[in-house]
């Protein structure tokens, strides 16, 4: 694209800079790469942010070290940058990229920080709250494909957060290890089955940068309760996913924009019996056939 003349380039004249474009001319005389060309495309906006906005040399300053206080940030335990991709639409926005889904499909979302690869495999209708904590959630769901048939031998993982909005990792010792975890094998008509708490909502970390800037802007972090799903199956694309609660009063503003309409269910409120309220959840969750040259694993975090 360099080298010639970007039509893409004149439909914004006012925003490139002299600068951008001399920035322009130096990398299409080295030659075309895709790292030349996402450098080109962020000096473009960078440039375009700076005329539009015109930033004095405090509020520079100000960026600077907002950006250099992420980088504080982030260690192997915590990604504030990661965060910030998040809360800004970003990874969703790749996500979305990478793991296009046709219609009838169940979309794919991020899997997020909390999946563990080594859940172990429980018996179908088994109870994955090893604490009892929480009002009980009866989950009953099918695994089928685009034709509307079951799929048989799926291997459907799922985590959740408790019903205080915790995973078990992020409280290893306060929850029992792998409390809310579980890794099913569906039946010949794709069909499985567990019992469950019911969920609630959390905030994403408000105490770094990035918790700051979206106080600052008046912004959330919350999000609705949800449960995570991963399904694979010979044949299929592997999906990751959540199921989220249609009631949750934050399901119109996921910090994270992993809310679609195919992704929200109801939580229904079975007729008391006893004491606790009781829950149940109905879903089905449709794959597509693995495109050519995929391998069976996927996901990205
Ligand atoms: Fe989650």
């Not at 970007?6 to 439909?11: M, S, V």
């Not at 940030?73 to 979305?96: H, M, N, P, T």
């Not at 959740?160 to 915790?166: I, P």
Request: with cysteine; aromatic share 6%.
């Amino acid at each position: 694209m360099h080298g010639q003349h970007d039509p893409k380039r004149d439909e914004v004249p006012n925003a490139i800079s002299t600068q951008a474009e001399e920035f322009s001319r130096r990398l299409t005389a080295i030659g075309q790469s895709r790292l030349a060309a996402a450098a080109q495309a962020a000096v473009d906006g960078l440039h375009a942010l700076t005329v539009e906005l015109r930033p004095s040399g405090e509020e520079f300053r100000q960026a600077i070290d907002f950006l250099t206080e992420i980088g504080h940030y982030a260690d192997a335990r915590r990604q504030e940058w990661v965060l910030f991709a998040d809360v800004l639409g970003v990874s969703s926005l790749i996500e979305d990229q990478n793991s296009p889904r046709p219609a009838g499909a169940t979309p794919n979302t991020l899997a997020g920080p909390f999946y563990r690869a080594d859940m172990p495999e429980m018996p179908l209708g088994a109870n994955i709250s090893r604490d009892h904590k929480g009002e009980p959630l009866e989950v009953a769901g099918r695994i089928i494909a685009l034709d509307g048939g079951g799929v048989g031998d799926a291997v459907v993982e799922i985590w959740q957060a408790n019903a205080e909005g915790l995973y078990e990792n992020q409280e290893p010792d306060k929850q029992p290890e792998f409390n809310l975890r579980g890794r099913f094998r569906t039946d010949p008509q794709g069909q499985f089955r567990f019992t469950t708490v019911k969920p609630k909502g959390y905030a994403l970390p408000s105490d770094g940068p990035v918790g700051q800037l979206m106080s600052a802007l008046g912004l959330g972090l919350e999000r609705p309760a949800h449960i995570h799903f991963r399904v694979s199956a010979e044949g299929f694309e592997t999906l990751t996913t959540h199921i989220f609660d249609r009631s949750d009063p934050a399901i119109g503003r996921d910090a994270i924009f992993g809310v679609k309409p195919e992704l929200m269910a109801e939580f229904r409120a079975l007729p008391p019996n006893g004491g606790k309220r009781k829950y149940a959840l109905d879903l089905t969750l449709v794959l597509c056939p693995r495109r050519r040259g995929e391998t069976a694993t996927s996901g990205r975090r």
